[in-house]
């Protein structure tokens, strides 16, 4: 796949500019010069070749040759709620998921929490999701929302079909929950913190409706729940 790079404004013209990171890496990694090329994505589905035209200190601008549609999204939406992991281990969940087609990732705040989310953090983890767009070739940037509070969140998931939170010995495990006729779309999924959900959140969950799921007799770290449960949903619906 030739070398990708993401664009903040939707192209609607016959030229793009790059600017902030994307131009340095073009600039000082790529060595970019007039008719260099390079393919773009501006988070609307297409993707744009390219050729440069211009190449100043910090931006380049490009002639635009031809746009195509191109579709690597899952088949269907899977949402992930999960009380992220510190440091590299959630940079490493965050690449994975944009890798899998995930389309939103939801931080949550819970009580064990150990790495309490806040704004400046998530402005990172998007970069991270550009980062790893333009590796898999992905269109359509994985979305990261606001921080929120597992009530709160729980709360706004009444109208949403498919509803799971990972739970060693999930008590409530509907049976089957993970064959793709018992899972409606769009799917709505939970991780809770290295400390795990308390008594309280589950039930929070259970009364709203949700389905609690068990990933088998080992307890595994955040991110490896959260892949494993996507993975095996994602698995569930393919070729739907
Ligand atoms: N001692 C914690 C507990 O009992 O919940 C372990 C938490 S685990 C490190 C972090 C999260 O990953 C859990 O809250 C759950 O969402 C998910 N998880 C890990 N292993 C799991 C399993 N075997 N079954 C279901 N969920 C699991």
């Not at 089957?176 to 018992?182: E, R």
Request: aromatic letters at 4%; charged letters at 25%; hydrophobic letters at 40%.
């Amino acid at each position: 796949m030739a070398d990708r790079y993401f664009v903040e404004t939707p192209i609607d013209g016959p030229t793009a500019r790059l600017t902030g990171p994307e131009a340095h890496h073009l600039i000082h990694v790529m060595r970019a010069k007039p008719g260099t090329r390079a393919v773009l994505f501006d988070d609307t589905g297409a993707e744009f070749a390219a050729s440069v035209t211009r190449v100043d200190r910090a931006t380049v601008e490009l002639q635009i040759e031809q746009r195509t549609e191109v579709d690597r999204e899952l088949s269907l939406e899977i949402v992930l709620a999960v009380a992220l992991p510190k440091g590299d281990r959630q940079r490493w969940l965050i690449e994975k998921a944009t890798e899998l087609g995930l389309s939103r990732i939801v931080p949550l705040k819970t009580e064990r929490g150990v790495a309490q989310p806040v704004e400046q953090a998530v402005k990172r983890l998007r970069r991270t999701v550009i980062e790893a767009s333009k590796q898999c070739g992905r269109n359509r940037l994985m979305q990261i929302d606001t921080p929120a509070d597992w009530p709160d969140f729980v709360a706004t998931t009444q109208d949403v079909p498919s509803r799971l939170v990972a739970h060693p010995n999930g008590y409530h495990a509907a049976p089957g929950p993970l064959s793709a006729a018992s899972l409606p779309r769009p799917v709505l999924l939970a991780i809770g913190p290295e400390g795990g959900f308390t008594d309280e959140e589950i039930a929070i969950a259970v009364t709203a409706g949700w389905h609690t799921v068990d990933l088998g007799p080992r307890i595994l770290r955040v991110e490896t729940a959260a892949l494993l449960l996507s993975t095996l949903v994602a698995h569930a619906h393919l070729g739907k």
